[in-house]
């Protein structure tokens, strides 16, 4: 008799069926641990997963995921899945930035590390030279620089920038660029110490492995081989299910009840969920945090991708960034995922302009945008377009975050907190919820020990 046909007791309860739970799970498989992971959602991913859209029958993902060499966790986790040739590897970080009609590029072809990004910059036609110069001073200031002095200097990057000879030309096409979609937000709001940390992980540490990485597949696929490993594993199982309530007995979590009303029973509990809905379990669970927690709350940021589809090809780049008019970022989806069609995504980060606006309106603004973006689209008709809004995509960065990472929750003896919002020093990320996924396995083993 398994724990699949009888309900007894697991080994670890995990909340949650994104990054970080199913990191742990995994982690905790490996050690022949018997695991039950719930998931509220349909799709196990949780914030990075594909889906399929009714109105163009098409699987889109969430949101277009990008990632870094230093995103080292991330990377392991997809290479022990076997995934790591689903991950394409731009090398040497090599941007095709556009602006007035004409494409510039960040990162050179051939020579790797800060060289070859400063070489680029030498050359890069968006800026006039003496700005050009301006930009690698600020990337030189970060190299040498302490994180912590600098911030206590300027705490909000736009200070820190303009405190360190930037101005609106070297912002516009080189900072915000890097910064927006990476720390989803406006460099007005956001934490100095999050920008520098970005900016010497993405470009100044890793000298050997300087690459921007995005999945050839559609996100979901990556999770399936851990999805497969709980699925044929004889004593452990994804249930989905929310979980509504934590049983506490003598400082102890002894169950978890799901809206369902199923009570599972584990000796060791993590939850890998948001930090507001974690906030949620324990008001429904009835353990009481301290009333000034939820007025730290994180805040959040939202992304939108807009789809297009076209009949011909527009774009021949795998990725592109755009650095004037509306248009940050956009993607060619059939390029990276090798489909025999013409499906663009444009991602807009910090989208606080385009989240409540209406579908209709933002293909109109963006097909228009486009056209000056990518000539070809103009005599290209769109065959379909989906938007995707994810007004929660990532928290906030801002100079108040680090404290609301931090804060003291209830200490129960079998409950562990995960999610990449817990403290990893980390933007909301993959390598975040990989980092914070693992030390969370980490931890439970060393309590069952
Ligand atoms: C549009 C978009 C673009 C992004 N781009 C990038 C990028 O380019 N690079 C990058 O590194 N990161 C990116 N991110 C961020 C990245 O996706 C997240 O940082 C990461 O997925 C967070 O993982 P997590 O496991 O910590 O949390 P989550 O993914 O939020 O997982 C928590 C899970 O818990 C579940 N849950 C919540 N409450 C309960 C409950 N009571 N019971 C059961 N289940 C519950 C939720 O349904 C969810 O599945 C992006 C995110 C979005 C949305």
Same mark, same amino acid.
């Given at each position: 008799m398994t724990h699949k046909d009888k309900k007894i007791k697991y080994d670890t309860l995990i909340i949650g069926g994104g990054i970080s739970g199913i990191t742990a799970c995994y982690s905790l498989l490996n050690k022949k641990k018997d695991v039950v992971l719930i998931e509220k959602s349909s799709h196990?991913?949780?914030?990075?997963?594909?889906?399929?859209?009714?109105?163009? $029958?098409?699987?889109?993902?969430n949101g277009q995921h990008v990632i870094v060499g230093a995103c080292k966790n991330f990377i392991n986790l997809i290479s022990d899945l076997g995934l790591k040739n689903k991950i394409v590897n731009s090398k040497n970080f090599r941007v095709p930035v556009v602006a007035g009609g004409k494409t510039s590029y960040l990162g050179?072809? #051939?020579?790797?590390?800060? /060289?070859?990004?400063?070489? +680029?910059?030498?050359?890069?036609s968006h800026l006039k030279k003496s700005d050009r110069f301006k930009v690698i001073f600020g990337l030189l200031k970060i190299l040498m620089s302490d994180i912590e002095k600098e911030t206590n200097k300027h705490k909000i990057f736009k200070d820190w920038l303009k405190g360190n000879k930037q101005n609106s030309s070297t912002i516009k096409y080189?900072? #915000?660029?890097?910064?927006?979609? *990476?720390? #989803?937000?406006?460099?007005?709001?956001?934490? !100095?110490?999050? *920008?520098?940390?970005?900016?010497?992980k993405t470009f100044l540490q890793s000298q050997k492995n300087l690459f921007l990485g995005y999945p050839s597949v559609a996100l979901s696929d990556l999770w399936q081989p851990i999805e497969k490993k709980?699925?044929?594993?004889? +004593?452990?199982?994804?249930?989905?299910?929310?979980?509504?309530?934590?049983?506490?007995?003598?400082?102890?979590?002894?169950?978890?009840?799901?809206? #369902?009303?199923? /009570?599972?029973?584990?000796? !060791?509990? /993590?939850?890998?969920?948001?930090? $507001?809905?974690?906030?949620q379990l324990f008001k429904e669970s009835e353990i009481s945090i301290d009333s000034k927690l939820s007025k730290k709350e994180l805040n959040n940021s939202p992304i939108v991708g807009i789809h297009f589809w076209f009949d011909k090809l527009v774009m021949k780049e795998n990725y592109l960034a755009s650095a004037d008019g509306e248009t940050q970022w956009i993607f060619n989806v059939s390029k990276n995922h090798q489909e025999k069609n013409f499906h663009i995504v444009i991602s807009q980060s910090a989208a606080w302009n385009w989240i409540n606006q209406e579908k209709e309106d933002l293909k109109n603004i963006f097909?228009?945008?486009?056209? $000056?973006i990518l000539p070809k689209s103009k005599h290209a008709k769109l065959l379909k377009y989906s938007i995707v809004k994810q007004p929660n995509a990532t928290f906030r960065c801002t100079p108040e975050s680090d404290e609301s990472r931090d804060i003291k929750l209830p200490s129960i003896e079998n409950l562990f907190i995960s999610g990449d919002w817990t403290? !990893?020093?980390?933007?909301?990320?993959?390598?975040?919820?990989?980092? +914070?996924?693992?030390k969370v396995a980490n931890t439970v083993l060393n309590y069952m020990s």
């Open positions: 196990i991913g949780g914030r990075a997963f594909s889906f399929f859209d009714p109105s163009t $029958k098409e699987i889109i993902d050179s072809r #051939n020579i790797p590390s800060i /060289v070859g990004l400063a070489w +680029s910059i030498i050359s890069y080189f900072w #915000n660029i890097i910064i927006k979609p *990476a720390l #989803n937000d406006h460099i007005e709001k956001i934490d !100095t110490k999050y *920008a520098l940390f970005v900016i010497k709980i699925s044929s594993s004889k +004593s452990s199982t994804i249930k989905k299910g929310r979980v509504k309530k934590l049983i506490l007995e003598k400082n102890l979590i002894t169950a978890a009840e799901l809206s #369902n009303g199923e /009570v599972i029973q584990a000796n !060791t509990f /993590v939850t890998t969920i948001p930090q $507001k809905d974690l906030f097909l228009k945008e486009i056209t $000056k403290k !990893t020093r980390w933007p909301s990320t993959m390598e975040s919820a990989v980092i +914070s996924g693992n």
